[in-house]
Antibody, heavy 129, light 107 residues
């Protein structure tokens, strides 16, 4: 059974930094793409960023609102995903979900399509003075 | 940037069919997924690649995608299906885009 357990959430002042961790188990972590998704209080889901597996280059992509401030990394030997958040703003207040992604389709050129598959329970980050 | 629009709410009687739409430019050319989120819980994937159900998702959940609209259909809706539903698609410039969300109420 896939388990994703986020930690590191809390209260931080505007302009501050915080690092979230996500401990993964129940699947081959090094084979997975991983994403962070957030949800502001009473609002909808917002994709934050994704990191590919190392054999696909281990590259990252980010949503425009967090690009340049947030960094996703992974430690495959520890089965752990990280989200380093810097220069935090009040609008970053949200529950942050760690998600496992899985490939579901390969087209004729070999390009793979990945879906957000499993979710953690979430970690609350509150940015307030 | 790419956007996906859903109706804010849908009401359905128990046993009836609920249809939730998701609109986006040329959405039919992309693959759509759907997530269910019950109050206080994490989202759950219910449909991927437009029409496919992950293991453990009841057959009453089905999906379609054509033109500018993807649709999640819940047949024989049950009280336990009351939740928020989000569509999601991948776009080359905006990456993983979520819809605005639809609250399904089972009256």
């Amino acid at each position: 059974e896939v388990q994703l357990v986020e930690s590191g959430g809390g209260l931080v002042k505007p302009g501050g930094s915080l690092r979230l961790s996500c401990a993964a188990s129940g699947f081959t972590f090094s084979n997975a793409w991983m994403s962070w998704v957030r949800q502001a209080p009473g609002k909808g889901l917002e994709w934050v960023g994704r990191i590919k597996r190392k054999i696909d280059g281990g590259t990252t992509d980010y949503a425009a609102p967090v690009k340049g401030r947030f960094t996703i990394s992974r430690h495959d030997f520890k089965n752990t995903l990280y989200l380093q958040m810097n220069s935090l703003k009040t609008e970053d207040t949200a529950v942050y979900y760690c998600t496992e992604m899985r490939p579901y389709y390969y087209d004729s050129s070999g390009y793979s399509y990945w879906a957000i598959w499993s979710w953690g329970q979430g970690a609350l980050v509150t940015v307030s003075s | 940037s790419y956007e996906l629009t859903q109706p804010p709410s849908v009401s359905v009687s128990p046993g009836q069919t609920a249809s939730i739409t998701c609109s986006g430019d040329k959405l039919g050319n992309k693959y759509a997924c759907w997530f269910q989120q019950k109050p206080g819980q994490s989202p759950v994937l219910v449909i991927y690649q437009d029409t496919k159900r992950p293991s453990g998702i009841p057959e009453r959940f089905s999906g379609s995608n054509s033109g500018n609209t993807a649709t999640l259909t819940i047949s024989g809706t049950q009280a336990m299906d009351e939740a928020d539903y989000y569509c999601q698609a991948w776009d080359s410039s905006t990456f993983y885009v979520f819809g605005t969300g639809t609250k399904v109420t089972v009256l």
